[in-house]
């Protein structure tokens, strides 16, 4: 029995109820209704708003399988997970370059000042072309610099190549020359990230390590040009120092697509001009959301008879 916690497109509930009996859910649910819920099923195809939490795990005594429809997993409480040998699975690769492409989007939305000249032409404002017009900075040939150069991270510095950058990188390890080559990319320490970056993109997971990787200290490291993207996770910033470091002008710009409290918005932030906002979209197009359908249900067909899943989180050893 499988459960599927939230809408989704077709072709997860499709591919599954060929097989298994489904009950789809279609709408988002709170850690106490999903406690209420999860009881009867052999595996959860879950969202990253829903809170897998160890709670949630002890009371699904069937469990053999959580299918993440994302990426990223700090929705679900691992440690439990592992403990109670329920395999979690996630979904990398099918979302790689939608998501690459979202953060390019706010990249040139904020060098550009796209929302602001949008806002400015739908209220009536734009009475002709004027020199000094929401001037924004050049691209061309800046230093992309690039926080967790994983799948995201690289497909993000590969398109920077077009736009003739020069890549600099920080994460916990240093990729192979031969990586590094392939994408023109230089290691550097956080710091050197922090004041060479004109474009600081973050394409690392939510961890202990991550979470509030970026205060105030920070940003006022950075350059007063550069402009800071997130598309991972909203707590690897943090928020308010983001708002205030937008208000004081200790960098130019900002390209959110997730937040610290999801749905909730800062309210300074939500004030800030120069801030490109995006409802969570990274993964938004039709054909990566039906890859992302099909990879969950198939890692949950696979451990449902007794095989290995395609994508885990982790392995038990
Ligand atoms: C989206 O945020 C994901 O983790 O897939
Ligand atoms: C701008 O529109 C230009 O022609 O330079």
């Not at 000042?113 to 072309?129: A, C, H, Q, T, Y």
Request: charged share 25%.
């Amino acid at each position: 029995m499988v459960f599927i916690t939230n809408r989704l497109p077709k072709a997860a509930y499709q591919k599954l109820s060929k097989n298994f009996k489904v009950t789809w859910n279609k709408s988002q649910l709170s850690e106490k209704q999903l406690l209420s819920k999860v009881k009867p099923y052999h595996a959860l195809l879950t969202t990253l708003a829903d809170p897998i939490t160890a709670s949630v795990l002890r009371s699904s005594p069937n469990l053999q399988c959580v299918a993440n429809y994302a990426v990223g997993y700090n929705n679900i409480d691992l440690a439990a997970a592992k403990k109670k040998q329920i395999w979690v699975t996630n979904t990398p690769d099918v979302l790689t370059e939608a998501t690459a492409d979202i953060a390019w989007a706010l990249i040139l939305a904020c060098a550009r000042r796209i929302p602001e000249g949008e806002r400015l032409v739908r209220n009536g404002k734009f009475k002709g072309w004027n020199p000094l017009m929401l001037l924004g900075v050049d691209v061309n040939k800046k230093n992309l610099g690039i926080f967790g150069m994983g799948r995201i991270g690289k497909a993000v510095a590969r398109r920077g190549r077009g736009w003739g950058m020069r890549v600099i990188y920080h994460q916990r390890h240093r990729e192979s020359r031969v990586v590094e080559n392939r994408l023109n990319a230089t290691f550097v320490s956080f710091s050197d990230l922090l004041k060479r970056s004109d474009i600081l993109s973050v394409h690392s997971p939510l961890t202990s390590e991550t979470s509030h990787r970026f205060t105030l200290v920070e940003f006022k490291k950075m350059k007063r040009t550069a402009i800071f993207v997130n598309t991972s996770r909203g707590a690897v910033h943090s928020e308010k120092d983001l708002a205030m470091a937008l208000k004081r002008g200790l960098i130019f710009s900002a390209g959110l697509d997730v937040y610290e409290f999801e749905p909730k918005i800062d309210a300074d932030l939500l004030k800030a001009q120069n801030c490109t906002l995006l409802p969570h979209l990274g993964s938004g197009t039709v054909e990566t959301r039906d890859r992302m359908a099909i990879l969950a249900a198939e890692n949950i067909e696979l451990v449902l008879r007794g095989h290995t899943p395609k994508t885990p989180v982790f392995n038990f050893k």
